[in-house]
């Protein structure tokens, strides 16, 4: 049992959340409660360091109220004690952790009812026909949180609709209109050589660039520094700014070709 939970709950809680959940105990009842419904408020996603952060923070609050509802109940066991042993509320101690579980599970069988509804029913059956397996908590997570899985696999992969299917002749068609703006550049012989101070060849490939690329000349502004070319594109946020480096020069086509190297031969 120990091992399954922490199979089950250390990558929901991560290390230190871990560390400190297993430490001071009832995880099920208190720990894991308190550490989901305050992931959910503060809106981070398992796995991420934030979620750690998290996790640790509020299973550490959860410690501290233990320790003085402790504390506090200790001080008055004397007079609370004849209230608390009333037949009437032994029901609502045996209900606590499926109150507890039941009220964070309900928002997420709403969100995921395909997922929820298959597990929900097999365990309520597994537990009306085997009683036995009502105290095996561990137990039931392991099979829960294994049947879930496949049926996220299952809904997941589905056969692509009719209607989707005329994506890949979309694509392809944007493929050869690429194609065709590529071998438009490559005819354009821009082969860099230190000691050949002509730019013409370069200043000739930017007019290609502003043919099949009217847009970007339009919105970005321009720089030129000796045939280099410098675009910029101001944002809307003051935030940093993002460069986006290439080159448009080539090394010398040297061997043999069975057609000639700035030919743009389709095929």
Known sequence: MAIAEFLIFAPMLGTGGSYLAFL??????L??????????????ETGTPKNEIIS????????ITTMLIIFVGVLLLTPLRPILEKPELAPAFDNVVAALFGALGLKYFIKQPKIAIGPLILMTLLCILVPSMISQTSILIIIILILCICLIRALALKPTPAKEAKISNEV????????????NMIRCETISDYMDKDTSKFYQFHGVLKE????IHKVCEKMDFNGNLL????????????????????????GNWEYKPFSRCDG
């Open 31 to 44: 720990k894991i409660p308190c550490a989901m419904n305050v992931r959910d408020i503060a809106k981070v």
């Open 172 to 183: 392809d068609e944007r493929a050869l209109r690429y194609g065709s703006r590529l071998g």
């Open 212 to 215: 099949m690329f009217p847009r």
């Open 24 to 29: 001071t105990g009832n995880l099920t009842n």
């Open 56 to 63: 640790t923070l509020s299973i550490f609050a959860s410690a």
């Open 231 to 254: 675009y910029r594109w101001k944002g809307i946020k003051g935030k940093g700014p993002v460069m986006l480096m290439s080159h448009m020069d080539v090394v010398e086509a040297g």
